[in-house]
């Protein structure tokens, strides 16, 4: 077998956990994947299977992504998402859609991002996480990421539910804090599912059973 193919990961397991399964199941070791799932997101993961299709994974990596996220807002966490120690922030008024709307459509385009602590983004061959696991601290750096849509779905505080299609390269995570920051009422990222990578989407995606039963 040598072939890319999209995978639905649940939520609960790595991404790494998906590529550790996929190797029992096919008996073939040379799997890799491309672009992380964190463990409480589930979705579109494209994989390669053998190789020559772990070769060619790079490429897929620089296709844009489609995301459907659900943002918390009034209360904050050390990994910008569910996984992490949460503090509740004072909100001295809840946002109207009106002001909600203006602010999502500032993140629409290119724009600066900085990953979230808890990253595999490496420092000085660390991850990130690594070291914020270790109580070290992580100052890393903004980036030009772009966002090539981003639309609001639903709007009843404290939620509020996004679709956003994606270049390479943006978290989520830190789009949901940076939108909490703008609006001054703190964020976390409560649920996010990836639908499309490239090609790849959700209703083309293969569930680990399937593979298992043949």
């Known amino acids: 077998m040598n072939k890319i193919l999209a995978i639905y990961k649940p939520k609960g397991p ?20 491309a672009g992380t799932l964190d463990p409480l997101a589930r979705g579109v993961l494209v994989v390669g299977i053998g190789r020559e299709a772990t070769k060619r994974l790079n490429n897929v990596v620089q296709k844009e992504k489609e995301y459907i996220a659900t943002i918390k807002l009034g209360e ?14 004072k909100v001295a008024k809840k946002p109207m859609l009106a002001e909600v709307k203006k602010t999502v459509s500032r993140f629409k385009g290119e724009i600066s991002q900085r990953p979230p602590d808890y990253s595999a983004v490496k ?12 109580g070290e601290k992580v ?43 703008k609006l001054q009422t703190g964020a976390l990222l409560a649920d996010l599912e990836r639908t499309r990578v490239g090609s790849f989407t959700k209703e083309k995606s293969i569930q680990l059973e399937e593979l298992k039963n043949g």
């Open 14 to 33: 790595t991404s790494h956990d998906i590529i550790n399964q996929l190797r029992k199941i096919t008996g073939i070791k040379k799997i890799g994947h």
């Open 76 to 89: 904050e966490s050390t990994t910008d998402d569910q996984e992490g120690a949460k503090k509740k922030t």
């Open 123 to 134: 420092i000085k061959g660390k991850k990130a996480y690594q070291l914020a696991r270790k």
């Open 139 to 181: 100052n890393l750096a903004s980036r030009k990421v772009e966002i090539k849509e981003i639309e609001i779905l639903q709007y009843q505080w404290p939620y509020l539910r996004l679709r956003a299609v994606t270049g390479p390269g943006v978290y989520i995570r830190s789009l949901a804090r940076d939108i909490g920051s």
